[in-house]
């Protein structure tokens, strides 16, 4: 079985400022991982994934995450917020190949990022 | 433009009523699944389908009920509504390779 655990639940920072949400996740086989963003009123939506290869993943919008084995950790960073990143991001895992419990997807609880002007 | 849909997007109901919560997607996925969301909480997994008439029930436990009848949707139903069933409900799917998942809006529950 998987778990997810996102070390912050509430992340402010002041704009401009350089911010990382930490994920440390578990797992007995290999996996994929990802973080996702939902805004207000909205589902998720795909950030970032490492799926394999490089360990430094990163979005289009200036978000990057590296994959550490040893550490079991996958934490976002960003060199500089902006006031549109004000969100809640979810790191997940799922297994790369089916096994018992087959691919379901395990999330961790959020971190809300406030980003303040 | 959506590929995931959910409706109704907010739902006010009293108790003891049945409700469904649609969810239908145009993509063509094998895998759907029905995540359940509180506010500062983890999404919790409900209850997933890895294809037509192949339906298991999640992490959580829940009182809601499922069916896949057809690939494009995946209802989910509680047949007495309660207080205790107030949450976000959100749908997903994901594809063959499994390399992401995609998600609906969600369904804002309301039971009073």
């Known amino acids: 079985a998987q778990s997810v655990t996102q070390l912050d639940s509430q992340v402010p920072v002041f704009e401009e400022a350089p911010v990382e949400l930490r994920c440390n996740y578990s797992?007995?086989?290999?996996?994929?991982l990802f973080w996702y963003v939902q805004y207000p009123n909205q589902g998720l939506q795909l950030l970032l994934k490492?799926?394999?290869?490089?360990?430094l993943v990163e979005s289009i919008n200036g978000f990057e995450a590296e994959f550490n084995k040893s550490q079991t950790s996958f934490h976002l960073r960003k060199p500089s917020v902006h006031i549109s990143d004000t969100a809640e991001y979810f790191c997940?895992?799922?297994?790369?190949?089916?096994?018992?419990?087959?691919?379901?997807?395990?999330f961790g609880a959020g971190t809300r990022l406030f980003v303040k002007a | 433009e959506a590929d995931i849909y959910q409706t109704p997007r907010y739902l006010v109901i009293g108790t003891g009523k049945k409700i469904t919560l649609e969810c239908s997607q145009t993509?063509?996925?094998?895998?759907m699944y029905w995540y359940q969301q509180d506010p500062g909480m983890e999404l919790h997994l409900i209850h997933y389908?890895?294809?037509?008439?192949?339906?298991e029930k999640g992490d959580l436990s829940s009182e809601s009920t499922v069916s896949r009848i057809r690939t494009e949707h995946f209802p989910l139903t509680l047949e007495s509504a309660r207080p205790s069933h107030t949450s976000q409900y959100l749908c997903?799917?994901?594809?063959?390779?499994?390399?992401?998942?995609?998600f609906g809006q969600g369904t804002r529950l309301t039971v009073v």
């Open positions: 997903a799917t994901s594809g063959t390779s499994n390399t992401e998942a995609f």
């Open positions: 797992s007995s086989v290999s996996v994929y």
């Open positions: 490492y799926l394999s290869g490089s360990t």
């Open positions: 997940a895992v799922t297994p790369a190949q089916r096994g018992k419990g087959g691919f379901k997807t395990i």
């Open positions: 993509m063509g996925h094998d895998k």
């Open positions: 389908s890895y294809g037509v008439n192949s339906t």
